[in-house]
């Protein structure tokens, strides 16, 4: 539908021989919108979204001109209706979302009404990445082993894909193989000017999006405004509902000079991760600007981009300049796409150069590119940046503190059948993997570089280090081979192990048994260092207790050297053949000769060929059978894809919403539990709920797979929230594992078993927790998890922005403590029953109160923010979650 374009801005660009409508804010500034020249680029984006789609009711001329008062005011409590352009999705929460869509579709038909309706209204694209498992590395047929293995285990799941592609449009799968979805996305799928039609005309605007996977952002370094959702939100989003949003704040980051010699993007992340983490931006955008933008590449900024979920940030965005025109002309987009881009860019006021005025922003902070040093996150956070020559003493005090093995740090233990021992801090996995570092040439090459002046040396990865190499997309592995650098990296037994999010998702696959057994039985913290963007606790590897980033390079340097109790600065990683001490410095490559091996070898050849049949897929995706027709025939026996139970009863009128009356408490968290601890992904331990699920189901624990294959199936998925191996409940006095006590008989049991039994009682549950809840990936499950195993509110000191968008959408009240106030300064053990009043009648971030019963009969009264925050996500809630509520109005 044509816009009101209350500030007549609709005006035509003429590129080449073609004609584009646009809606321009150049023509809105003069008619009434002054000042929006100053906005901040990101929120221009914003803007020319509202302009293009005023319907007068979701897109007001209010809600327009409210971006105009931003320009003066820097912040705004505006509500507004964002309209992404396209979805992206990557299996893991892309299979869930595809099963919702299956079993809306049963629902609407149900009730009546047509199942054709449920049907993708933007252009929805998923990226088959996150199912490959490294069970095989360190020799030459890993790849082609773990593509077997992968498809062995995962066969329901990609024909339920395949019946997905046939039955809705606007839909397409990108198979196994091809690459992680950040990097496809980047690569490839990514236009960052996006073009539609209206009647006859063809309309431009900006590339925009929303994604299943909280690593969306990488794509804001390309100049297209995306972040991450939940797969709940991202389905709304594709049957049309707009994203409802607070106009955010903007903290401007500026950046200057430049990165000194043996300094990485990996290193800059880092340092931008710590600082931003410390300032605060949860909830807000973050823009990138000042001189030393010129000085970054295009993989420079995809890499700061990515980590916006760590650093908190809804977003972190660079705006379009020549380092983009020419990054989409290296990558092969088409001519007339790049010229349009340019010309657009430059009509809108959203092409950067280095003349370019600062924009308003609500806060800035600045870095000297010049003071970054070489730099590790670990152990358990990514925001915990440790110098890389304070890698060795930070290992060591965090054993004895936050491991708790003083005096410990010289032990040593045999290993069965070996000829070398293990001890604390013992590198036993060292991965390049994951979209922040395999988007980057500078440090892929830059480990093919190391490894092979390593080589050259005679030194060789330490015999209990599982190395792998898994890259973000196949022109990774192409120019790898090419400039004859995987030959190098092969010799260290960085061997190509699969195209996907392998380690820093919780694919690490096994430990070779006799390592594995020699960590347990002695209560070894073992540690792993990996090129990726998360280290929280239990999700890389459950033998690993010490997780550190790092750059691909210093990747390939501590497999060399083994261990986290050398410091890499000053002691050597080894002797060469002649037995000469031999330095990381002595085999560490020079930018220059990193830049000629980028410059010879990453050609524009390499991405024509390589995503000329991107949808195409291998042999064993092409053998793949999927099942016909508008709905799902879903199998009972299968352990994978299950039909949800969220719509059994619903009907066409939402019910009443009721006060949350004397509930009991399901768990007491601490700060910063992640979406990880609440819905795991890696493996399926056989003595958990899940585990046992799948025994009684036939299926052997070899063929468990893990969480986030198996997250098509409620029944798996509700038996693993809360079940994180690593998961501290304190009703239990802080004990691993998913454990609660049944009250009030004060019975010990899973978290799962005691929610069924509330469940059973007709009792509701709360769960209370700390400052950062819900951090981490944009897991959907965290949420319906939450919901399933009877939780009606979560109380804590804050939300990270994503899960509690989630909570709401699956109908779960977020609730926020004030201010110095937490479950511990009240007092609470786990025994008392809570009661929330006002919820019947609640409106955004109304404060509600909630009684509390102690077990020897005192009540206290506690104040609580209600972060159900927009008029919007108030519908969701009152309909029983946001699917409900679509639902609802396509019926009607």
């Known amino acids: 539908m044509p816009s009101l374009d209350s500030f007549k801005s609709r005006k035509t660009l003429a590129v080449g021989d073609k004609t584009y409508v646009y809606y321009s804010l150049v023509e809105a500034e003069k008619n009434g919108l002054p000042g929006v020249g100053s906005l901040p680029f990101s929120l221009k984006v914003l803007l020319e979204n509202l302009l293009r789609n005023e319907d007068g009711r979701s897109v007001t001329a209010d809600d327009i001109r409210a971006m105009a008062a931003w320009a003066v005011a820097k912040k705004s409590d505006r509500e507004i209706a964002f309209r992404p352009a396209r979805v992206l999705m990557q299996d893991f929460t892309g299979v869930p979302a595809v099963v919702d869509l299956a079993a809306m579709r049963d629902a609407m038909r149900m009730l009546g009404g047509d199942p054709e309706k449920i049907n993708p209204l933007v252009p929805v694209d998923l990226v088959i990445d996150h199912s490959v498992v490294v069970d095989f590395f360190g020799n030459a047929q890993a790849f082609q082993k773990n593509v077997d293995r992968e498809y062995e285990q995962n066969q329901e799941r990609y024909r339920f894909l395949k019946w997905g592609q046939s039955a809705f449009s606007n839909f397409r799968v990108v198979p196994p193989g091809t690459g992680i979805c950040h990097q496809v996305n980047l690569e490839y799928l990514a236009q960052t000017v996006w073009t539609g039609t209206d009647g006859a005309d063809t309309v431009a605007y900006p590339d925009t999006l929303v994604g299943t996977d909280s690593h969306t952002t990488m794509v804001n370094g390309l100049g297209v405004l995306g972040w991450g959702v939940g797969g709940i939100e991202a389905e709304a989003a594709m049957l049309g509902q707009p994203i409802s949003m607070l106009i955010p704040e903007v903290i401007g980051f500026k950046l200057d000079g430049r990165l000194k010699e043996g300094v990485t993007a990996t290193d800059l992340v880092l340092t931008v991760t710590q600082m931003l983490r410390k300032k605060g931006v949860v909830g807000k955008f973050v823009e990138f600007y000042g001189p030393g933008l010129s000085n970054l590449t295009l993989a420079d900024r995809a890499t700061i981009a990515n980590m916006a979920p760590e650093y908190g940030a809804t977003c972190g965005f660079f705006p379009v300049d020549s380092e983009t025109i020419a990054y989409l002309d290296e990558t092969a987009r088409a001519a007339d796409r790049i010229a349009l881009v340019e010309a657009y860019a430059k009509a809108q006021g959203l092409w950067r150069t280095a003349e370019t005025a600062d924009p308003v922003f609500t806060d800035t902070l600045e870095l000297d590119l010049e003071t970054v040093l070489p730099s590790l996150a670990g152990p358990k956070r990514p925001q915990d940046r440790v110098l890389l020559s304070d890698a060795k003493s930070g290992f060591l005090a965090a054993l004895e503190g936050e491991f708790k093995k003083p005096g410990d740090a010289a032990k040593r233990v045999p290993v069965p059948d070996a000829a070398y021992t293990l001890g604390h801090g013992d590198v036993t996995i060292a991965a390049i993997t994951s979209c922040t570092n395999t988007s980057n040439p500078s440090v892929l090459i830059a480990a093919g570089l190391l490894a092979r002046n390593a080589v050259a040396r005679g030194l060789a990865s330490k015999p209990w280090v599982k190395t792998s190499l898994a890259p973000g997309s196949q022109v990774v592995a192409e120019y790898l081979a090419a400039s004859g650098l995987q030959k190098e990296l092969d010799a260290l037994g960085f061997n190509l192990v699969g195209f996907g999010c392998t380690t820093c998702i919780g694919n690490s696959g096994p430990l070779p048994a006799p390592i594995s057994a020699a960590i347990n039985e002695h209560d070894l913290v073992a540690a792993a260092v990996l090129s990726g963007n998360r280290n929280f606790e239990g999700r890389v590897n459950p033998d690993v207790k010490a997780n550190y980033l790092a750059s691909p390079p210093l990747v390939v340097a501590y497999a060399l050297a083994g261990s986290l109790q050398l410091d890499l600065t000053r002691e050597p990683i080894g002797t060469d053949k002649d037995g000469t001490p031999v330095f990381l410095k002595d085999i560490w490559p020079s930018s220059a000769e990193i830049a000629t091996f980028i410059r010879e070898n990453v050609t524009k050849a390499m991405f024509e060929e390589k995503y000329a049949d991107v949808f195409k897929g291998d042999a064993n995706w092409q053998a793949i059978e999927a099942p016909k027709g508008e709905t799902y025939t879903w199998d009972p026996g299968s352990t994978y894809v299950q039909n949800p139970p969220y719509f059994v009863g619903m009907g066409r009128e939402p019910r009443a919403l009721s006060d949350i009356v004397d509930a009991r408490v399901l768990g007491l968290f601490l700060d910063s539990i992640t979406t990880d601890h609440i819905s795991p992904a890696g493996s399926i331990k056989p003595a958990s709920p899940a585990g046992k699920y799948l025994t009684d189901h036939g299926v052997a624990v070899v063929d468990f797979n893990q969480y986030g294959t198996r997250r098509g199936n409620h029944e798996v998925m509700m038996r693993g929230t809360f079940a994180n191996i690593r998961i501290k409940n304190q009703m239990l006095g802080g004990k691993e594992g998913g454990l609660t006590i049944h009250q009030p008989d004060g019975t010990e049991m899973s978290i799962y078993d005691a929610a069924m039994a509330y469940k059973a009682e007709g009792v509701p549950l709360v769960v209370f927790a700390g400052r950062e809840y819900g951090t981490g990936s944009s897991r959907d499950w965290a949420a319906k998890g939450t919901n399933l195993l009877g939780v009606r509110a979560v109380i804590a000191q804050s939300f990270e922005r994503i899960h509690r968008s989630n909570l709401v959408g699956m109908g779960i009240v977020p ?78």
Not at 826 to 831: A, F, I, M, Q, V
Not at 836 to 855: C, D, H, W, Y
Not at 869 to 890: K, P
Request: aromatic share 8%; charged share 25%; proline share 3%.
């Open 815 to 892: 609730l926020v403590f004030e201010e110095g106030t937490s479950w511990q300064t009240l007092g609470l053990k786990g025994d008392e029953t809570v009661t929330i009043r006002g919820i019947e009648t609640v409106k955004p971030r109304q404060t509600l109160v909630a009684e509390i019963a102690f077990a020897d009969g005192r009540t206290i009264e506690v104040p609580l923010l209600c972060r159900i925050d927009t008029l919007d996500e108030l519908d969701y809630f009152r309909n029983g979650g946001i699917l409900h509520y679509v639902l609802r109005n396509l019926v009607a």
